[in-house]
């Protein structure tokens, strides 16, 4: 296919395979080839480089997402040979060694200053050059191998044989929700849905998934939204996590969201990644769904039959599965506003370093608690809720955290680990939502 | 600080900006991976599923099928150009691509050349490749058991995994010292393996030129000459039509010594198709089958009095050395310099018996910024001497002190043979434990733990050896472990330089540039850094071992001194005074008596070049070469304080504050020192809480991504607080001791040692790394895992 992209300030147009990723774009294609690869698994940030200016790690992003819009490489950073003010203080605070990540530390930062209101530590903390930007990847040994590292695998998915870049498929952009839903009408079973593609593409470039058709939203800005009616709150399935982190009204209305939402990954990760693919994704392990179900959201679908309201409660049907039918498309999430009472929250997600997945996570609104990771699907804690509507002290309820959870092990942590953690942090969740309400 | 300030100092050395930063910071370094030739193929690796099994049968017509597809390369093909298997560093063998069996999971089997590097890859899900499991060795601990399926049986009349015994210390006398000690304890130490993970991942662009017959390859090494020679040996090609290049490195830590096979398929994929191949591994690969580190199981003693007296130390190692006995180390090294096991004291005796054994795992071992298994030796005796201070109810900073070898006893043989060669140790653990403010830090302890807080202060001191060596006691594979310098004069002052080592984000195009322009009294701006191209440097080993400055910063200020003399003598003829009435005054030779009288280095370097007749000794301009090979190794130490909390709820820990002190002697550059320590201090976090390649029981690699295998992130980093002591290196040109891997070394045993005080209400005296948030919650339940396997 022909992608046409704005390279720091200048068009470069090319026909490439589908499937190329933006990073062999801009190094092979546009020959730029200071942004460079350090995981393939969109753990390290080295590939960081800003799309619409904002950082985005450029091996998780197509060369035909990115068409159309503008891309700044490192390359395109210094004006007139005149170096970034965070470039002067990576040479003269000897920010780095090797250099190999360097691009993306750079950009990563760029973008941070730029964006964020207030970054925890930027370019002036003094970090040799071996620390990747922090990010995160794909919990590979919770997918149904839970004894086996990203490296390993069946045959044909070899350790290191495949995993760096997707099998072929064909790529197509949907410019409306109708456009959407009648491409995949028109390709069927093996069509998908592309939101922001942070668990999608880290799966196909695992050949963990290999869709015929990658059917790409990131059009649909018209399901970007976040709007207040009244009793609830709109969010459109488009809108990225770092959108609901720094909207106003979530954070006054829906902070348990907002919050949570600012946890999730990195900041490249933020920018990509979409509530919607959140939810349809359906990892047990994500942030977003043990929120939502703490929050007794609904979602709302449309389908070739029409559209349909679908309560989270019934959402989550198993590992990875969801109450989506084959071609549905998740168009809004509607969280209803907590009731005065109600309104003490808490997020806790404990974590190894802070840019990972939730070992273990718990969402409280009010008296609703929910789980992650403690199952293949994202839990309500009814045995910790019942004991507290029965009016035990919240200590006490928290040590039915792990009741009716069936959680697994990898290498991370145990299940006995996690069913003690899942006690631990709802009593934690508890008393902080219970003093601030 | 400048030498006209203050007398004798030298002019050159304080911190200065990189030189390669310029490029760098604008994403203007060439890597490997950026080297496009025209006509470039690309070639992907097809590697085991399996950790231990029989090849029946390759087939590869489908991939070569692939319209996209040049060449498939199996063992098979190899054998043919007796090329299947290619010696170690340790003098064994390893397959290129497997022929009979694969023996670790990710090993290579076969090797596609192709159009793009997207079509190399579709290519490798053609080939069908037939496996016989068997069982795997993965437990290092049962690969002696008489039951245990042989591994190497490609060797004739192996019947075991047995790869060698090594012993150093006296038994006898240390049998001795414990039996009439008052205090013994013994405790087992686990050093598991990890990996360097540098962010680029290895790789090759191999052109041969058919007609020229010379093979030039850019590769991701940090032994470009050692590489050079091998493959001269490996593959018959003569050696003055070989090329290699190293060119900017994006990290090596140990991890690019070595020949891979990638290396090797690449080579002979440009022979086959007469066309430039470009290899390039991806992280799963580089985890899975490139060197990883450490793997050492270990048991410690330690003999003492009852005040505190360490009086002797034996240990006894099971080195795992994965299924190809690959270790970098001098040859007479099997467990490299672990004989430094007996620390930065003053012992009456000491220990020590190695055993190396086959596992089905990786080969390759030592890497990983350990300046040859110092690192495992550092942390066995700095974790022993916690495990004392427990039994004896001493403070560890205050049993430390009490045994560091004093200034007096300098040089000190230690027990073990090794000869130190300078050393302050009292004065820097002193400032360390007055830069954390250490008597108030454990006040604050006591408070805490009255309140159930577990807060923890662990202390390490160490002391490395490094510098690998004196070549009539080092060499790898019988390359003597020298190193060679060209220094060349322009005749307007500028000077260029060209080593045998190169850097992979040390700054040598800095450092070493300093150093002339110290030994000559020219800017370092003048000074351009030649390295990581046989054709343009000379001879030598390469950038390991903390190695550079030690050898071949001293052959760079041995070559400038060689540089100033025959300036001196063009000056005499300049000046008309003989060279014996000049002196050097750190800018210029001046007549002794007249300092008026005097020229620089630019301004004779023009005259070595001008019409002016020159006297004996110089035939024409001041160039000069040299090889320095080191008397003796050199002797940094560093004395290092971590505070740190745990979460008793969760077991999760909160580094607060690590402090380091570290003497690697004269400090040429102060800055990239700090940087060096910065990244070592982030390494040692890394080891000590989160990162270990750990097996299951079919011989899986559990921690073969980014996402399982975890670098520690400025978010878990806190601000660094360094310090410094000089004592220089006696027998160094410069004083200079080397500081590469201090802080990888020295960081792990403090960190560790402060978490397992943190548990210290739980009477916790021992738990192995990494210390995970899951590991330390089993530990305070008194049934820690066993973190080289899988979790149950
Ligand atoms: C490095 C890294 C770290 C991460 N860390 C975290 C973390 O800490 N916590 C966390 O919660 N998540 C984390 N994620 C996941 C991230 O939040 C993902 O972005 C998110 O889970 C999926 O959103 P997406 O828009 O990228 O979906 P995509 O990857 O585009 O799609 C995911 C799935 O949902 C389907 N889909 C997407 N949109 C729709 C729709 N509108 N209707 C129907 N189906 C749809 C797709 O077909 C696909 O099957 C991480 C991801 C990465 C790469
Ligand atoms: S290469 Fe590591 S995040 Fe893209």
């Not at chain 2, 994006?250 to 066309?275: D, H, L, N, R, W």
């Not at chain 2, 190794?633 to 740190?644: Q, R």
């Not at chain 2, 005080?757 to 916790?764: C, E, M, Q, S």
């Not at chain 2, 590991?775 to 973190?787: A, E």
Request: charged letters at 20%.
């Amino acid at each position: 296919m022909k992608v046409q992209l704005a390279v720091n300030g200048s068009e470069v147009s090319a026909d490439v395979e589908d499937r190329l990723l933006l990073v062999h774009f801009l190094r092979d294609v546009a020959g730029l080839t200071a942004t460079n690869v350090g995981c393939d698994t969109t753990s390290c940030g080295a590939c960081t480089v800003l799309l619409d200016g904002e950082s985005v790690k450029s091996c998780t992003v197509l060369a035909a997402q990115a068409g159309g819009h503008e891309v700044t490489t490192v390359e395109g950073l210094a004006s007139d040979g005149e170096m970034h003010p965070v470039q002067r203080a990576f040479h003269t605070r000897h920010a780095l060694q090797c250099g190999f990540c360097t691009p993306g530390m750079v950009m990563a930062i760029v973008s941070l200053l730029r964006g964020e209101p207030a970054p925890h530590r930027g370019a002036g903390t003094r970090r040799p050059g071996r620390q990747p930007v922090p990010l995160h990847g794909l919990p590979q040994h919770r997918r149904g191998r839970p004894r086996r590292s990203a490296g390993a695998g069946p045959r044909g998915e070899g350790p290191g044989s495949v995993r760096v870049i997707p099998s072929s498929f064909t790529y197509r952009r949907a410019d409306s929700a109708a456009e959407a839903l009648d491409l995949a009408a028109e390709y069927g079973e093996d069509a998908k849905y592309l939101a922001g593609g942070h668990s999608l593409l880290p799966l196909m470039k695992l050949r963990l998934a290999a869709p015929g058709v990658l059917i790409d939203l990131g059009g649909l800005r018209d399901l970007s939204y976040i709007t207040d009616h009244g009793p609830h709150i709109a969010i459109g399935a488009l809108t990225r996590h770092h959108d609901i982190e720094h909207s106003e009204l979530l954070g006054s209305q829906l902070p348990l969201l907002a919050h949570a939402a600012g946890q999730v990954g990195d900041p490249q990760v933020r920018h990509r990644g979409t509530i919607g693919g959140s939810v349809a994704h359906a990892d047990p392990a994500s942030d977003l769904p043990a929120v939502l179900l703490a929050l007794d959201a609904t979602l709302v679908a449309s389908g070739p039959g029409g559209g349909r309201e679908i309560p989270v409660a019934e959402f989550f049907r198993g590992f990875f599965e969801t109450a989506l039918e084959p071609g549905e498309l998740l168009t809004e999430i509607r969280v209803p506003k907590p009731a005065p009472g109600s309104r003490g929250w808490s997020f806790q997600k404990f974590t190894q370093r802070a840019i990972d997945w939730a070992i273990v996570g718990v969402a409280v609104q009010g008296g609703n608690v929910a789980l992650g990771n403690m199952g293949p699907v994202p839990l309500r804690a009814a045995a910790v809720e019942a004991a507290l509507a029965g009016g035990a002290p919240p200590a006490e309820a928290a040590m039915h955290a792990a009741d009716g959870t069936s959680p697994g092990l990898d290498i991370r942590a145990s299940s006995g680990y996690r069913e003690h953690l899942a006690r631990v942090l709802v009593s934690r969740a508890l008393a902080q939502a219970t003093s601030g309400s | 600080m400048t030498a006209t300030e203050q007398h004798g100092a030298p002019a050159a050395f304080g911190p200065m900006r990189r030189k390669e930063d310029a490029r760098f910071v604008r994403g203007r370094g060439s890597y490997v991976d950026d080297i496009v030739l025209p006509g470039m193929l690309h070639g992907a690796v097809l590697r085991s599923p399996h950790a231990h099994a029989r090849i029946t049968s390759i087939d590869t017509a489908a991939a070569e099928a692939h319209p996209k597809v040049k060449a498939v390369i199996t063992g098979q093909t190899l054998a043919g150009l007796n090329l299947a298997w290619m010696p170690t560093l340790s003098n064994d063998t390893q397959a290129v691509l497997a022929t009979d069996k694969v023996r670790f999971q990710g090993q290579e089997v076969a090797f596609v050349v192709a159009e793009d590097r997207y079509s190399a890859r579709d290519a490798l899900e053609l080939i069908e490749v037939d496996y016989e499991a068997l069982p795997a060795v993965v437990d290092a601990r049962r690969a002696l058991d008489a039951d245990a399926p042989v591994i190497r049986d490609d060797v004739d009349g192996r019947t075991d995994n047995h790869i060698f015994d090594w012993e150093t210390g006296a038994a006898a006398r240390t049998e001795e010292v414990f039996r009439d000690a008052e205090v013994t304890v013994a405790e087992d130490i686990l050093y598991p393996r990890v990996h360097p993970a540098p962010l680029e991942t290895c790789g090759a662009v191999a052109d041969f030129d058919k007609v020229t017959g010379k093979l030039t390859v850019w590769e991701t090494t940090q032994a470009p000459h050692a590489h050079r020679t091998l493959y001269a040996i490996v593959a018959g090609l003569p050696e003055h039509k070989i090329r290699v290049i190293s060119p900017d490195i994006g990290g090596g830590f140990g991890g690019k010594v070595g020949i891979y096979p990638g290396y090797v398929c690449a080579v002979v994929g440009s022979i086959v198709t007469g066309k430039p191949v470009k290899w390039v591994e991806d992280r799963s690969e580089n985890l899975m089958s490139t060197a990883f580190a450490r793997d050492f199981h270990m048991r410690g003693e330690v003999a003492a009095s009852r005040d505190g007296r360490i009086r002797a130390v034996r240990v006894s190692v099971l080195a795992d050395h994965g299924a190809f006995n690959g270790t970098a180390q001098p040859t007479k090294y099997p467990a490299g310099f672990f004989g430094v096991f007996t620390g930065s004291y003053d012992l009456e005796a000491a220990d020590c018996k190695v055993t190396g054994v086959y596992t089905n795992k990786a080969p390759g071992g030592v890497a990983y910024a350990c300046s040859f298994r110092i690192t495992e030796a550092v942390y066995l005796v700095e974790r022993m001497v916690d495990v004392l201070a427990y039994r004896l109810g001493m403070d560890p900073a205050e049993l430390r002190m009490r045994n560091l070898l004093r200034p007096d006893q300098f040089p000190y043989s230690s027990q073990t043979g090794w000869v130190y060669d300078s050393g302050d140790y009292q004065r820097q653990l002193a400032l360390a434990m007055e830069l954390a403010g250490y008597q108030e830090l454990r006040a604050e302890q006591r408070e805490r733990r009255e309140r159930g807080e577990l807060m923890g202060i662990g202390v390490s001191f160490f002391t490395e050896a490094v510098g690998a060596g004196p070549r009539k006691h080092m060499d790898i594979l019988g390359l003597g472990m020298a190193d060679g310098a060209d220094l060349q004069m322009h005749p307007t002052g500028k000077a260029v330089l060209r080593i045998s080592v190169q850097t992979q984000g040390q700054g040598h195009e800095t450092t070493f540039a300093q150093i002339v322009a110290n030994e000559l009294g020219i800017p370092a701006d003048d000074v351009e850094v030649v390295h990581g191209d046989t054709d343009s440097t000379p001879f030598g080993l390469g950038t390991y071992g903390s190695r550079s400055t030690p050898v071949s910063g001293a052959a760079t200020a041995v070559v400038a001194r060689k540089v100033r003399e025959r300036a001196r003598i063009v000056a005499s003829a300049m000046l008309e005074v003989s060279p014996d009435d000049l002196e050097w005054d750190g800018a210029r030779w001046f007549v002794r008596g007249d300092p008026d009288q005097g020229k620089t280095i630019p301004e004779i370097a023009f005259a070595a070049h001008s019409s002016l007749e020159l006297p004996d000794g110089v035939e024409g301009h001041l160039d000069a070469q040299t090889v320095y090979n080191p008397p003796s190794l050199t002797y940094p130490s560093g004395a290092y304080i971590c505070v740190v909390e745990v979460d008793p709820g969760t077991g999760g820990v909160k580094l607060r504050r690590l402090v380091a002190v570290d003497d690697c002697g004269v400090r040429i550059n102060p800055m990239i020192v700090e940087g060096q320590v910065h990244g070592g201090l982030a390494d040692g976090v890394g080891m000590a809480l989160m990162q270990v390649i750990a097996f299951d029981s079919d011989g899986n690699c559990l921690g073969g991504s980014f996402m399982d295998y975890l670098l520690p992130t400025a978010m878990e980093c806190p601000s660094w607080e360094l310090g410094e002591t000089v004592t220089p290196s006696p027998h160094h040109p410069i004083g200079a001791k080397g500081v590469g891997e201090s802080a990888t070394v020295g960081s792990p045993p403090a960190v560790v040692n402060a978490v397992i005080d943190a548990l210290r209400p739980y009477g916790v005296r021992h738990a192995d790394m990494p210390l995970t948030p899951a590991q330390i919650w089993r530990t305070i339940q008194g049934r820690p895992f066993r973190t080289d396997l899988a979790i149950t």
